[in-house]
């Protein structure tokens, strides 16, 4: 099954919380960072300055000791050329990522010749204003699902986008909830299995508040 450990993990916390650690001061403390939203988060997503804050070492040595507790998903939004898309990957399952986002415009997802890559979520419609993926939107969810992807980005706020991807059978993070103006639950309602929550929880000044009020307003809007 696509995403089992996030499924098992969500199920656990009763969350489809997706923590989103890009500010420097949650990055240098990271482990008390994700000891803070460990009863709350599901997933914990990294991208570049989650990458250049660490490096790759102390990157790896962190999803190392914390894997057991967290489904962690690459942000690199991955988008050249087959082989070093696949080069790619295969270093960031080497790091330890359980999942990466990937760009599906560029097309040739469909031949990567890895041995080993993290499960695959592309990006097909973002949280900010973003005409050329929207207007591509059907076209690359076809796409992505003819390329045997199993997740999709939709931005929380692109309701018939989300609804679309739903009907696809894909499953669905959805970012752009709290600091980018949407409600906590609300691309869960339009059926996004989780929310990818970023600022509004690692610069409140009670991370570990912050993380479970978003829990507790997921668990409220699917009866979790
Ligand atoms: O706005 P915040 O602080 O809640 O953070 C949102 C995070 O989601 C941030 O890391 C950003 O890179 C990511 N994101 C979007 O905000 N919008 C998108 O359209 C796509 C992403 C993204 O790809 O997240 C990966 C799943």
């Not at 499924?7 to 994700?34: C, H």
């Not at 560029?106 to 979520?121: S, Y």
Request: with cysteine; aromatic share 8%; net charge neutral.
């Amino acid at each position: 099954m696509a995403f089992e450990k996030l499924w098992s993990l969500s199920g656990r916390r009763r969350s489809r919380l997706i923590v989103a650690i890009d500010e420097a001061n949650a990055l240098e403390d990271v482990s008390s960072t994700l000891s803070k939203v460990e009863e709350s988060a599901a997933g914990v997503k990294f991208g570049f300055p989650a990458l250049l804050t660490l490096g790759p070492d102390r990157m790896r040595s962190v999803m190392q000791e914390w894997k057991e507790r967290f489904y962690f998903l690459a942000d690199y939004k991955v988008a050249d050329i087959p082989h070093i898309c696949g080069v790619i990957l295969e270093q960031l399952k080497g790091l330890g990522f359980d999942g990466a986002t990937v760009h599906v415009f560029q097309r040739g997802i469909e031949g990567l010749d890895v041995f080993e890559a993290p499960e695959l979520v592309a990006v097909l419609a973002m949280s900010h204003r973003s005409p050329a993926l929207d207007e591509g939107f059907e076209a690359n969810l076809a796409y992505a699902k003819a390329a045997r992807i199993s997740g999709a980005v939709v931005g929380a706020s692109k309701w018939r986008f989300i609804e679309s991807a739903k009907r696809s059978g894909l499953v669905i993070f959805s970012p752009g909830v709290g600091a980018q103006g949407s409600e906590l639950g609300s691309a869960l309602q339009k059926g996004a299995d989780f929310e990818i929550v970023g600022r509004s929880i690692i610069l409140s000044q009670d991370v570990r508040s912050a993380a479970e009020k978003a829990a507790e307003a997921h668990r409220r809007t699917l009866n979790l």
